[in-house]
């Protein structure tokens, strides 16, 4: 090997070295931050499994004392933290409630456990508003409508038609007919609703 080449690799040595003199703490310091951050993240997932069944446990708790003690249980599912759990074990406390003909308890459990969520929400909104329309509340059971999907516009429709709005009821159980699918199981009674307020569903509308 020629002595050029000995220095070149010589100097090419000392200069990695001077490198890793200047360097080195900041080097050592970011592969330290990203293994902290590699921790981090894995603690925060472990964490957030830990949460959810532990959720998941508080909610299975809530739901056995429905089934077990009906209304009685309403504490267990009024301390669940709020969110789709709270939701789903409060339409079955509504449902035991609504059994002991406590409408207003059952109303006030749904309402106190509203979900933001835009698939649930209408659900709960029906529920509140069959309750009313059953207790003769017919008026607040159209406040109590908010979506405009064919379910809805259907209870949209059994509401005026219990206030005798018939004009109205037609147009919504037309509205809810277009919306509802030919093979559901609904329709059948949509369509003889829509036929009961004077209304005719079109050839194409019936199975």
């Known amino acids: 090997m020629a002595i050029d080449e000995l220095l070149d690799e010589h100097e090419q040595s000392r200069r990695v070295q001077e490198w890793l003199r200047r360097n080195g703490g900041g080097l050592i ?3 330290a931050l990203g293994l902290a951050a590699v921790a981090g993240w894995k603690y925060w997932q472990q964490h957030q499994a830990q949460a959810s069944m532990r959720e998941a446990d508080t909610f299975q708790t809530a ?5 077990r003690d009906g209304a009685k249980a309403a504490p267990a599912v009024n301390g669940l933290p709020a969110g789709t759990y709270r939701s789903l074990a409060a339409l079955r406390l509504a449902k035991s409630q609504a ?20 698939t649930l929400r209408p659900i709960f909104e029906r529920r509140i508003a069959q309750l009313q329309i059953q207790s003769g509340k017919a008026q607040d059971a159209l406040a109590s409508l908010t979506a405009n999907d064919g379910p809805t516009l259907d209870l949209r429709g059994d509401a005026q038609f219990a206030l005798g709005q018939v004009d109205a009821a ?30 005719t569903p079109a050839p194409s509308q019936t199975p």
């Open 170 to 199: 037609r147009e919504s159980y037309r509205k809810a007919l277009a919306l509802t699918d030919v093979g559901s199981p609904q329709r059948k009674l949509i369509e003889l609703k829509y036929t009961q307020v004077g209304g």
């Open 63 to 67: 739901m056995d004392s429905v089934d």
């Open 29 to 31: 310091g970011g592969v």
């Open 99 to 118: 059994d002991l003909n406590d409408s207003a308890a059952a109303i006030a459990t749904l309402r106190g456990s509203m979900p933001q969520d835009t």
